[in-house]
């Protein structure tokens, strides 16, 4: 018996497979390489082309997508992240390579103006098919995690893949608004969206979609489902979808969360390990004294809501505290390591030296996941049968964050799959790049 | 996806559950601090190890297969509804060692046996793998996973990816120290969306420490009382309440179930829930409080009801949660609001302290999700309410109409 990533990982295809473990055993897979910033492209001036092209699902199974390309490049699933700054003046240039006109909308900015459309559009002026062009220009007024998608034959193009991230940062350093509640260490985007695989055979063979049967049967994370989600950015064999979702921290820090509804579904994401604190919806901070408090009044739950277009920020921070043993399986004579209070009986994080209360079964009665570093403690690894384990270099705390509606953890009839990544808590030391 | 095999492999059934039954292979081992026969019971209070864990608790599971029945009479023609084959925990805690495989197997229960804990104790909680005996093709391992527990470290986390997980036959103690009061859930987290639509669903909550104050404390004003109960540690009272009823929504997809009591490949893309229940039942036997026994092997499967009972101008907590892995479910109280005071196990306040709770008739509840509501009977005239889903779709069992997710709130005078 086999554990579901185990289970997950044989179902990638067999060329991709040999690509898979030959990066594992390189640790590309999770030994180091998780961006603690999000990959996007920043600028003031994007040039973007709706495009054609194709994505690979978690199954193996490719399929064909209209979306955003940066500068002539490859089409990609979501469109590239454009990561700008409070108070820029923003261009952005979309060029059409589809056979239907195509836009973009910037849901939250309020001034933008269009020029040079071909056409009125629906939610946004309109580059003509074949060849079009048009231009939006506007001033990313208010810091938040945004979204843009197209305007025109919206049901069908957001299906199709027309849609990407917009994050607008504030002047501060490491804030995800101007207010220090919002600090954050490391910062994450989880870019949830759905995809109804028939719509898309269907757009490719020319035929016209049945779109009130639409039934979404691949679930995503920037652009990839499970386990690919598991990969780092720009990893060759996905050219068009270059974003991963791992997320790595210590212990005590703070992670901002970036999620974005994207598709056309509700989603339930729950994240492992601890509830998160939401500080913004749709770019504004849930504050109780609006400009004064700060992100004060966000509610703090372990399962978040995220509806189509609706985009949260929230932080989420994993203490290993109070658990009535000793993470790092110090023996009582141990330095008192990561810090005092640890060995201080008075403080709630006494746990120092305090062995687990249970004993653990022996191997044989036993099933390793991948990501057992074989030890239950932080930053240690233990003895594993042979062939167990080995995804886990540093001894991290691993804690998956995916859907609650487990319908959605299969790609199409295979499970495990669809919506889901992990969050790594590193031992304190291991370097986050 | 599992590989099929003929229906025929039933007849090895007898040969396996009497190789269990003589313990070969087997090594169930339930660690309880004072337990000294091994049943998850404590019973030696001077024990050095209890001694050292005055405040633990014990509770002893199996993970395995059984049945369950729906509440749709009218169409099946007969006592009981549409019988469900079903993956599930079952209760052994006080079943001696040696008799755990034999009383857990087949015995599963929908939903789970409930775990409520109070703030403060040290859980142990035992689960043994007894195996699917109507599927001995299967040899899938289980876990729990506490779903909310703060800080969860993965060795007690039950998610089988990045941790370990009990292969038939064997035992894994749980050990969590028990702390933020609220109201979370459990389950299978091994294939999760295979073992999750088979029913491996629970109900989990903390009850407050508060409650356990001195009698006479002043709460910020309030006077705290023994007895008096609270959904939180609010320190001013206003999560008191004197009921409390946990409410949990699922769902499940007949052609699932039967796929897999056949051996046959599950549909997975095509998963359809059509029974909608609260706490294991559909509507009309949602109100039933009889302990019902499945019309398969006569298992006591479904012990729970759905039934909410107040005198008037008592606080009923309801504490909601929904672990349909298909469905997001609108529960709505007409007649008496709710006042939610907390979300994800977590009182409703802001960081520095703003009072968020706020009055509705209906919460949206998705997957994973739990409401702390509180109903005011004060104005609320003695009789018989409803609660029940306005996805009105689901106010049915498949088919048949007038079921669900629908109860009753009864308000004694």
């Known amino acids: 018996m086999k554990t579901e990533t185990d289970t997950a990982l044989r179902h990638v295809s067999a060329l991709r497979r040999i690509a898979a473990s030959i990066l594992m055993l390189a640790g590309l897979i999770v030994g180091g390489t998780a961006q603690a910033v999000i990959s996007g492209t920043t600028g003031v001036n994007f040039d973007l082309t709706a495009k054609e092209g194709y994505v690979s699902m978690g199954d193996g199974a490719t399929v064909y997508i209209w979306g955003y390309a940066l500068d002539g490049g490859n089409v990609q699933l979501p469109g590239p992240t454009l990561i700008v700054t409070e108070g820029e003046t923003i261009t952005v240039t979309l060029h059409n390579d589809l056979a239907e006109a195509v836009s973009i909308t910037f849901p939250g900015q309020t001034d933008v103006t269009t020029t040079g459309a071909d056409s009125e559009g629906y939610l946004a002026g309109e580059a003509a098919a074949t060849g079009g062009e048009v231009t939006y220009t506007f001033t990313a007024t208010r810091p938040g995690t945004y979204q843009y998608h197209s305007g025109s034959n919206v049901g069908l193009q957001i299906e199709m893949g027309l849609s990407g991230a917009l994050i607008i940062k504030p002047n501060a350093m490491n804030q995800a608004y101007n207010h220090p509640s919002t600090a954050f260490h490391q910062e994450y985007l989880f870019f949830l969206q759905e995809l109804d695989p028939h719509i898309h055979t269907a757009v490719e063979a020319g035929l016209t979609p049945n779109l009130a049967e639409r039934r979404a049967q691949y679930w995503l994370i920037n652009g990839r489902s499970g386990p690919d989600t598991f990969f780092d950015d720009n990893i060759p064999w996905l050219p068009t979808q270059p974003y991963g979702a791992m997320a790595r921290t210590h212990p005590n820090e703070t992670v901002l969360m970036r999620v974005v509804g994207a598709g056309l579904d509700v989603h339930s994401f729950h994240t492992h390990g601890a509830n998160f604190r939401v500080l913004a919806r749709d770019g504004r901070m849930r504050e109780t004294i609006p400009g004064v408090s700060g992100a004060d009044a966000g509610l703090s739950d372990f399962t978040l809501t995220v509806a189509p277009g609706q985009t949260y920020d929230a932080t989420w921070s994993w203490r290993g505290e109070d658990l009535g043993w000793d993470i790092f399986g110090h023996a009582p004579g141990d330095p008192c390591e990561p810090s005092g209070e640890e060995c201080d009986p008075a403080s709630p994080i006494y746990d120092h030296g305090k062995a687990i209360p249970v004993w653990l079964p022996e191997q044989q009665f036993l099933t390793f996941g991948g990501f057992w570093s074989g030890s239950p403690f932080l930053g240690q690894e233990g003895a594993l049968p042979v062939g167990e384990g080995g995804l886990n270099l540093d001894g991290g705390y691993f804690y998956m964050w995916h859907s609650h509606i487990e319908a959605e953890l299969v790609n199409f009839d295979i499970a495990p799959g669809g919506m889901m990544t992990m969050m790594i808590v590193e031992a304190p030391g291991v370097p986050i790049p | ?413």
């Open chain 2, 1 to 413: 996806m599992k590989r099929v095999y003929g229906m025929a492999i039933r007849m090895v059934l007898a040969s396996l559950a009497l190789m269990f039954a003589t313990g070969a292979g087997a090594d169930v081992f339930v660690q309880c601090p004072g337990d000294t026969d091994g049943d998850g019971v404590i019973d030696d209070f001077t024990d050095p190890e209890y001694l050292a864990h005055p405040n633990a608790v014990c509770m002893s599971i199996t993970g395995g297969d059984g049945f369950i029945n729906m509440a749709d009479t009218t169409v099946t023609g007969g006592a009981r509804g549409r019988q469900l084959y079903m993956f599930g925990f079952a209760d052994v805690t006080g079943v001696p060692p040696l008799d755990v495989i034999d009383v857990g197997t087949t015995a599963a229960e929908f939903p789970a046996p409930s775990i409520v804990v109070n703030e403060g104790e040290e859980l142990y909680l035992t689960l043994t793998n007894v195996g699917m005996a109507y599927r001995p093709d299967l040899d899938d391992p289980h876990t729990v996973h506490w779903h909310g527990y703060a800080d969860a470290a993965p060795v007690f986390d039950g998610l089988p990816d990045v941790s370990i997980s009990v292969h038939m036959g064997g035992s894994l103690t749980y050990y969590y120290q028990v702390r933020g009061p609220g109201t979370y859930m459990y389950h299978c987290h091994v294939e999760a969306t295979e073992h999750m639509q088979m029913g491996m669903l629970g109900q989990l909550y903390v009850k407050a420490a508060q409650d356990q104050l001195a009698d006479g404390t002043n709460l910020n004003g309030f006077i705290h009382h023994d007895g008096y109960q609270y959904a939180y540690n609010d320190g001013d009272g206003s999560t008191y309440y004197d009921v409390d009823f946990p409410i949990q929504m699922s769902s499940m997809d007949p052609e699932f179930h039967d796929a897999s009591e056949a051996t046959q490949p599950l549909p997975f893309a095509l998963m359809n829930d059509t029974y909608a229940m609260l706490n294991g039942r559909g509507y009309p036997e949602s109100i039933n409080t009889a302990e019902l026994a499945n019309t398969e092997n006569g298992v006591v499967s479904q012990q729970q009801n759905a039934l909410v009972e107040a005198n008037a101008g008592e606080k009923v907590l309801l504490r909601i949660s929904n672990l349909s892995i298909t469905e997001y479910f609108t529960l709505m109280s007409p007649q008496i609001p709710m006042r939610v005071v907390g979300v994800g196990a977590s009182q409703l306040r802001g960081t520095g302290g703003a009072d968020l709770s706020y009055k509705t008739n209906s919460v949206n509840v998705g997957g994973g999700q739990s409401f702390d509501a509180i109903l005011d009977t004060d104005d609320v005239a003695p009789g018989t309410y409803f609660l029940y889903t306005t996805n009105l779709n689901f106010l049915s069992n498949n088919t048949e109409e007038r079921g669900g997710i629908m109860t009753e709130i009864v308000i004694h005078p």
